[in-house]
């Protein structure tokens, strides 16, 4: 189902607050740390665990790139409500925005 420019951005809001909560920063910070120890710790022999590793570091990237790509899709979304919002308003209220800067 398509979402509406409206979820588009409320999307955006949302994926904000994650991505600035500190418990989300704290999981994460905590995920790579943990997958980084067990690379180390992994045997050199054993290529497929290694992948494996790696795999999951780039899943963690990926779901916060993820997450920046909603802001920027919400920000985007917003800019559109706004300028349509602006451009299907009378002209005597654009006049009179114009004249009261609101």
Do not use: Y
């Amino acid at each position: 189902m398509k979402k509406t420019e409206q979820q588009i951005a409320t999307l955006g809001v949302e994926a904000r607050l994650v991505l600035d909560s500190p418990a989300f920063d704290e999981a994460f910070e905590r995920m790579d740390a943990t997958i980084m120890n067990a690379l180390r710790k992994a045997d050199m022999r054993d290529a497929e665990g290694q992948r494996l590793l790696l795999q999951q570091l780039k899943l963690v990237d990926r779901i916060k790139v993820t997450l920046r790509g909603m802001i920027e899709h919400g920000k985007l979304a917003q800019a559109k409500i706004d300028a349509d919002d602006i451009r299907d308003e009378s002209r005597l209220r654009r006049g009179l925005r114009q004249v009261t800067g609101r």
